[in-house]
T-cell receptor, first 114, second 114 residues
């Protein structure tokens, strides 16, 4: 079955550094990969979407890469701030035999230390 | 706010009770979803509605019963739940079911079954 692994359950970094979160997947070839942010007690909020034929996507301090050979996506937050502390979820989306697939990882809890 | 509203935010119910969760969106979206989020587990897709028609039911026990009376409203009717059903229940909507569309999540209902 399809599986996503976000390799760190928790990540602590110092303010101003670049945070790098990893999303690895198996048994699936998604057409798209999405990243969401989730704060405690709230629903996830969409951040970025990258297509399988895109290597990199940027939005302000955020950067996502998508390597379909390694089956991996990296999510970077540059110049991190304490307000970036949250759980970050990756999600694979695509279709398999005409059925839409929308598969989430368990998330990485990021804490940016002041 | 994402434009998706869920009520109630918190719910405690006994195993013999019947209750309903409500979700409302006024984003003009055609697809709506129910997800279950348990601690240290990925988001589990429960039900998908597209244009008010249920298009996916991911092996969810019959004690969970969804209802979509119109494109703006989605309900999850609960009866004779088990303690292991305690979780955060998230509603989401998207423009359509295309895998390249982002999902807008509500804030969730924290359900505790006692």
């Amino acid at each position: 079955s399809q599986k996503i692994e976000q390799n760190s359950e928790a990540l602590n970094i110092q303010e101003g550094k670049t945070a790098t979160l990893t999303c690895n997947y198996t048994n699936y070839s998604p057409a798209y990969l999405q990243w969401y942010r989730q704060d405690p007690g709230r629903g996830p909020v969409f951040l970025l979407l990258i297509r399988e034929n895109e290597k990199e996507k940027r939005k302000e301090r955020l950067k996502v890469t998508f390597d379909t050979t390694l089956k991996q996506s990296l999510f970077h937050i540059t110049a991190s701030q304490p307000a970036d502390s949250a759980t970050y979820l990756c999600a694979l989306t695509g279709t398999t035999s005409g059925t839409y697939k929308y598969i989430f990882g368990t998330g990485t809890r990021l804490k940016v230390l002041a | 706010e994402t434009g998706v509203t869920q009520t109630p935010r918190h719910l405690v119910m006994g195993m013999t009770n019947k209750k309903s969760l409500k979700c409302e969106q006024h984003l003009g979206h055609n697809a709506m979803y129910w997800y279950k989020q348990s601690a240290k587990k990925p988001l589990e897709l429960m039900f998908v509605y597209s244009l008010e028609e249920r298009v996916e039911n991911n092996s969810v026990p019959s004690r969970f019963s969804p209802e979509c009376p119109n494109s703006s409203h989605l309900f999850l009717h609960l009866h004779t739940l088990q303690p292991e059903d305690s979780a955060l229940y998230l509603c989401a909507s998207s423009q359509d079911r295309s895998p390249n569309t982002e999902a807008f999540f509500g804030q969730g209902t924290r359900l505790t079954v006692v």
